[in-house]
């Protein structure tokens, strides 16, 4: 498998509260990780960096996953105990209190890829069926469309739209979301943070189909599109493509 992660601060913010990457087990499986930290003096960027490290951590340590039902078991375990480290330090450090971070994060083997989720960063799948959006959203805004209070235009322009229902860190009860799908030769997947999503539409990071063996290349391009929109986000994103079992390019 090829995999290729980058971040980039945006055209506005100060500092970069994103964080993530790839990692492999020793099984040469991939974790790939996406968090978009937010609140506090600065205290988005613990939170994000926090969940990424400890998932990283955790990930170097873990064994072969070897069904989706383990990786499933897995993450849920994982994200829990990333959350609980989160409010304990927010609650030892009081300008980190009320911090919290988006997450999304995929297990990728050479069968099958879980996706687990809290928040409103996403995961997308291409495959012999197409491009398509496998997360939903946790955000008040794809709630009202879910519900059908508003349409998916009102929804780009609707000014509550950062509003999110779930995030990690800021509760001790969480519920992540998850799902496993197969993952074949010539799939790619892509997560990234709403950074990227609020300023290029699903139907223009479909072009990640044609980017085979380059990632790098699409990556690159798809922040720099964001950038060119405005930035006034932190933009990032991981994907991760399978082209064979043991090729790895962007590893973090």
Avoid at 104 to 118: D, G, K
Avoid at 189 to 202: A, E, F, I, R
């Amino acid at each position: 498998m090829n995999g290729y992660f980058l971040t980039d601060q945006g055209q506005v913010r100060q500092h970069n509260e994103d964080a993530g990457g790839l990692y492999h087990n020793a099984n040469n499986q991939i974790l790939a990780v996406v968090a978009d930290g937010m609140g506090g003096h600065r205290a988005g960027d613990v939170a994000s960096e926090m969940t990424a490290s400890n998932l990283h951590t955790k990930w170097q340590q873990a064994g072969r996953m070897a069904t989706p039902e383990q990786a499933e078991g897995w993450l849920t375990q994982a994200i829990h105990e990333v959350n609980e480290d989160i409010l304990n330090y927010a609650s030892h450090h009081e300008d980190c209190i009320g911090m919290g971070t988006t997450v999304v994060a995929a297990i990728c083997t050479e069968q099958f890829v879980t996706v687990a989720h809290i928040g409103d960063s996403r995961c997308y799948l291409y495959n012999s069926y197409g491009f398509k959006q496998i997360t939903q959203d946790h955000s008040l805004v794809n709630e009202l469309v879910r519900s059908g209070q508003i349409s998916k235009e009102e929804a780009e322009h609707h000014p509550r739209k950062n509003v999110l229902l779930k995030a990690l860190g800021t509760e001790s009860g969480i519920t992540v979301e998850r799902k496993s799908l197969m993952f074949e030769y010539g799939d790619m997947l892509l997560l990234c943070s709403d950074g990227l999503t609020n300023k290029v539409t699903d139907e223009e990071l479909t072009v990640m189909a044609s980017y085979q063996g380059k990632l790098h290349e699409f990556s690159h391009e798809m922040i720099r599109l964001a950038n060119q929109r405005g930035g006034e986000d932190n933009i990032t994103l991981a994907v991760v493509e399978y082209d064979s079992p043991d090729a790895k390019e962007g590893e973090a």
